[in-house]
């Protein structure tokens, strides 16, 4: 076991190390820039200027298309040149590797102070949220298994269907529209641009209003998924051997379902536990935005439309980071839960 997390460690810095070249090459394709956008106001520097018109090579070599003499076609073989130390990525991952993160071109505040501020608001969503999508998905599919005639468990079943099938952003629309309108039914607030604190997790003790209908907008979508696979898996081991010598040994159905049949039916829940860490960034982004919960997602969204490309490199690769600890974390899980695994060579 210690080998394979090893392997995948060491896998995972090479992939995040490729991640951060592909993150600084694709911000140099995007059109515009923040420096662009502020060209029109008197205090743009003319060095600035100057400075973003000579930009430093990317990486430690180029590939430079050769041209033809006499006219503007290129030829087919390119030429390879070394830029040396020299280099964007080179400096970036030297900025890295001290901690260093750049500064906000916006306001000119350290990415990482804005980084510190914004992820314990997206936790005090996404801790919840995980919670009762398992608690709930578990108790769900368990009762659909026992009960499967029941006409309420298959309402529920099929309203979840459809709460998954529709979009993030509609789901928070109609909710805010049913919920937080004084023409329906005003019971909950519609954001949070009222209230300040600088311990977020003391919002559900003091105002947990304001997050009733952003942790709705999180929890129904993921319901419908994870209740259909849970279900499944234990639909697919009440087919299996096992499942008939454990009611013949004695056990209940209950006690068959939880210690014979859920951990079979735990493997593909197992495989969605992956999906969890990267969620703390892309899964709220829309949801922070539209109920002005000044998470991650939400300080993704607007660094990327005021092109404050620091801070959007620094949560793209920390996106990604969280997204290979999720696979690690998830294949680590089903080695030990699937013993099985663990003869492959």
Request: with cysteine.
């Amino acid at each position: 076991m210690m080998r394979f997390i090893i392997t995948r460690l060491l896998g995972g810095f090479f992939l995040l190390l490729f991640i951060l070249l592909l993150c600084l090459w694709m911000v140099r394709l995007i059109p515009g820039s923040y420096d662009e956008l502020m060209k029109s106001e008197e205090n743009f520097s003319q060095q600035n200027e100057n400075e973003n018109a000579n930009p430093i090579p990317l990486f430690y070599f180029s590939i430079i298309p050769e041209k033809k003499t006499g006219d503007d076609l290129f030829s087919v073989m390119p030429i390879w040149q070394w830029n040396g130390l020299n280099n964007e990525y080179h400096q970036k991952l030297k900025s890295y590797a001290t901690l260093r993160f750049g500064k906000s071109l916006i306001d000119g505040v350290e990415v990482k102070d804005k980084f510190i501020h914004a992820f314990p608001w997206s936790l005090i969503l996404q801790i919840p949220a995980i919670i009762l999508v398992i608690v709930f998905s578990l108790w769900i599919a368990l009762k659909r298994i026992q009960y499967p005639d029941s006409s309420a468990l298959r309402f529920i079943d099929n309203g979840l269907i459809w709460l998954h099938s529709i979009p993030g952003f509609w789901l928070a629309t109609m909710l805010l529209i049913f919920f937080a309108n004084p023409d329906m039914l005003q019971w909950l607030p519609s954001g949070l641009p009222a209230v300040s604190s600088e311990n977020p997790f003391t919002l559900w003790f003091y105002y947990p209003q304001y997050l009733v209908l952003p942790l709705l907008c999180l929890v129904l979508p993921a319901l419908a998924y994870l209740v259909r696979i849970i279900k499944n898996g234990l639909e697919n081991s009440l087919q299996q051997l096992f499942w008939t010598r454990a009611l013949s040994s004695g056990m209940s159905v209950q006690q068959a379902l939880w210690k014979e049949a859920m951990p079979l039916a735990m493997i593909p829940m197992i495989a969605w536990f992956a999906g969890i860490f990267p969620a703390l960034i892309s899964g709220s982004l829309i949801i922070e935005q539209i109920f002005s919960i000044p998470g991650l997602g939400r300080l993704m969204y607007l660094s990327i439309s005021m092109r404050d490309w620091p801070v959007v490199q620094f949560l793209f690769l920390f996106g990604s980071a969280l997204t290979i600890i999720g696979f690690i974390v998830s294949d680590a899980l089903l080695h030990y839960v699937d013993p099985r695994l663990n003869q492959v060579k």
